[in-house]
């Protein structure tokens, strides 16, 4: 937030709490649908009372169709925060891998921009260096560069330029293709190269190919300041930033990027969410407008080999302790994101669950929400089934 918010901010406390009265009436309305959804209101309301996380939206589609769609507690902890909307805004984290970069991947693939086998090198040659000449665009998306999963950057307040050049000269830390190893550095490196194919800046690419196509008007990076009251405050931050991390990315690399990456930055809704979703499931048009090719989603989607569960971009269902939980099919796919959320498709019932929260508030070290996740997913199969 820039000095003028941090200025008016009792103002902004005020709009917050009023924004909340005056939804109130809307808030929790929840959809006539043929289905019980009691179990999972009691999940996410017994969550909230444990203080697994302040506040949360669900939203449930099936057969293209929302038949859940419900917000839960407030802001934050304090009695006089405001309540949580289906229209609150939250910071989406690791999602923005999927629904911001792997999507823009697609978009790239589908117009011959690059090929998934092309080495990194080819876009990036300061990249091919310590051992990583022969990493691809694949390798990336599967998490198997041999890159690390991430660095402290922001303990030396390296610039952003400094950065990407930490990334490209960092060896690997394992041989290419011989194990997983989930990667923020590999995502920066993709989203840097869908800039070179493009010739656009990320961000503007992401608005221009996915958000504005499909009417995804609550999400974007970078949110203005003028949106604070519909944003759910992430963390309190005592170890870099110190101070509450409200409006701004929570991620620390992507944060020092600008606040534009492609492994966390986005700011998003859950409604927006599922109109990206729904593309993926469905048709892949929107408005009569195709986006993304059926075979490019079913390639992107699909496990890649019985090493990892790891699609392109996106993750599968485990068979054991999956965020997914034991009913979805094998086939789902799906993401989570640090702050507290989390998307899961299940292709076979025609169905998808986002769910987010801000768990971190006010600190990362509430790990209880990792309970929760398979819960209400197993819940939300109980349902329909």
Known sequence: MNSLGMIYMPLIFAAVL??????????????????????????????????????AVVLVSKDGKIIYEKAFGQLTYDDTSASVTINTIYDIASLTKVIATTTAAMICYDKMLFSLDDPV???????????????????????????????????????????????????LSYERGSNTDYSDLGFITLAKIIEKVTVKRFDSFCKEEIFKPL???????????????KIAPTEYDNYWRNKLVWGEVHDETASLLNRVAGHAGLFSTAKDISSLLQLL??????????????????????????????ALGWDTKSERNSSAGKLFDITS???????????????IRKLFVVFLTNRVYPTRENKKL??????????VINALD
Request: with cysteine; charged share 20%; proline share 6%.
């Open 121 to 171: 090198g080819k876009y990036i040659p300061e990249f091919a260096q310590s051992g990583k000449e022969k990493v691809t665009i694949k390798n990336l998306l599967l998490h198997n560069s041999g890159l690390p999963a991430f660095k402290r950057f922001y303990t030396n307040n390296y610039s952003a330029d400094e950065v990407i050049k930490e990334i490209y000269k960092t060896p």
């Open 281 to 310: 499931l469905n048709d892949r048009t929107f408005n009569g407008r195709q986006i993304i090719k059926p075979e490019t989603v079913k390639l992107f989607t699909t496990r890649y080999s019985d090493k990892s569960t790891r």
């Open 333 to 347: 796919f799906g993401h989570t994101g640090f702050t507290g959320t989390s998307v899961w498709v299940d292709p």
């Open 370 to 379: 990792y309970k929760v996740r398979p819960a209400l997913h197993d819940a």
């Open 18 to 55: 009023l924004y909340g009265l005056n939804v109130s009436c809307q808030n929790n309305k929840q959809l006539q649908s043929e289905y019980d959804f009691t179990q999972l209101d009691e999940i996410i309301q017994s969550a909230i009372k444990d203080s697994a996380f302040p506040g």
């Open 215 to 229: 009417q995804m008007n609550s999400t974007f990076f970078n949110p203005p300041d003028s949106l604070i009251y």
